[in-house]
Every structure is written in structure tokens, then in C-alpha cells.
């Protein structure tokens, strides 16, 4: 209980800046439990989905491919979920279909993420606000009160805490976002290797229903 009346008046004496930087932790946790949350039901088992789809696409067994996809899951087997729907329905261009499912899978996955990118850049700067606010304060404590440098020291040393608050949720925004940015890239080179996966065996139907 100690600790925590400590660090509540730590808090206090970093000035009013501290509830905006402290708003953009809470904005930071909520993300990225969203994210997590959102990922984990986005990801799928691509190494299943591959080796059970690719014998059914070689096949020609259109429905067995989507059922697959279905019971896989994941962003990647959406997207050819869809394709293969539209391909069954007599939409040659899939390719043209699979390009615009993934672009609305890839928004769908990039959403937030710019949030945090704003956050790494602001919180910094909300911090330095901070303190400039209380030296300008600590200033003028000691134009009132000549001939005590402590009322100075003592109030850049609080100010401070503004700026190290600032550091610590820029510093933690950066992780987050560098840790969802990596699962980004992992999900759309999934969803790119499905797609030309699909595209392939739809080029290799054509040409057998013009041969």
C-alpha cells in the first residue's frame, strides 16, 4: 500500500502532463490486448493448411480445398476461401479477387497499429512539455524566493519525472508495436503463399479448359 501512495505522489509531481501520458499507456495496453486477441484468431496453421490443400488444388477437388480452408481458418485460408468461391462460381479473374480479399484482410490486420506509431512519437514529446512546464515553475519559485537554490533543484528534479514518464510508455508503444509489426509480415507472406499457391493450380484450369 506504501508503494503504491509513493508512486501516486511520484505521479502527482510530474504535473497534469501525466494524465495525457498516462491516458496513452492505457491507449498502448488496450491495443495491444485488442491485437493479441485479434492475431491469435487471424494466424491459422499455415503448415496444415498447405499440406492439406495442396493434394486437393492438384486434384481439382474444388470443395474438398474449400472445406479445408474453412475448417483451417486463419487470415490466409479466408482469403482463398474466397477465391475459390468465386472461381467455382465461373469468375475467371480471381486473380483480381484474391487481390483486393487480401488488401481487406491486410487493413483489416494493420488496424491500430498506427496508433502506437503516433503514441512513440507523442508520449516523448508530452513528457518534455512536462518538464519545461515545471522549470518554468521552479523558476519562478526561485525569483520569489532568492537565495534558496533548492526550491530550483528540487523542482527541475520533479519535473523530470514528466520526462521519464514520457520515455518509458514511448519506449513501451515501441515494442509493442515492433512485436505486431513482425506478425504482420508473417501473416501476409502467409497470405501471399496461398494466393500463389490458388493462383497457379487456376492458371493450370484454364489451360485445361481451353486445351
Known amino acids: 500500500m506504501d ?3 509513493e508512486c501516486f505522489a511520484v505521479f502527482q509531481k510530474g504535473g497534469p502532463v501525466m494524465y495525457l501520458i498516462l491516458a496513452c499507456s492505457l491507449i498502448v495496453a488496450a491495443i495491444g490486448v485488442e491485437r493479441y486477441l485479434y492475431y491469435r484468431q487471424m494466424k491459422g496453421d499455415m503448415p496444415d493448411l498447405v499440406a492439406k490443400i495442396t493434394p486437393a488444388l492438384e486434384s481439382r477437388d474444388w470443395e474438398s480445398s474449400l472445406e479445408i480452408c474453412r475448417q483451417t481458418g486463419g487470415v490466409a485460408a479466408m482469403v482463398a476461401a ?3 468461391q468465386y472461381f467455382q462460381r465461373g469468375a ?6 484474391l487481390e483486393g480479399e ?3 484482410a491486410v487493413a483489416g490486420l494493420k488496424a491500430n497499429l498506427s496508433h502506437l506509431d503516433t503514441i512513440v512519437t507523442i508520449a516523448p514529446l508530452l513528457g518534455l512539455l512536462g518538464t519545461v512546464i515545471g522549470m518554468i515553475g521552479s523558476f519562478s519559485v526561485m525569483n520569489i524566493k532568492s537565495g534558496q537554490p533548492l526550491a530550483i533543484t528540487g523542482g527541475v528534479g520533479e519535473a523530470l519525472v514528466a520526462t521519464a ?3 518509458c510508455v514511448a519506449t513501451f508503444a515501441m515494442v509493442v508495436y515492433s512485436y ?4 504482420l509480415d508473417s501473416m501476409i507472406t502467409d497470405i501471399e503463399k496461398i494466393c500463389v499457391l490458388l493462383l497457379g493450380q487456376v492458371r493450370q484450369e484454364k489451360h485445361h479448359e481451353t486445351a
Open 3 to 5: 508503494f503504491f501512495w
Open 92 to 97: 475467371w479473374h480471381v486473380e483480381s479477387v
Open 165 to 167: 514518464s514520457g520515455l
Open 102 to 104: 487480401a488488401s481487406l
Open 82 to 84: 474466397k477465391g475459390i
Open 180 to 183: 505486431f509489426n513482425h506478425r
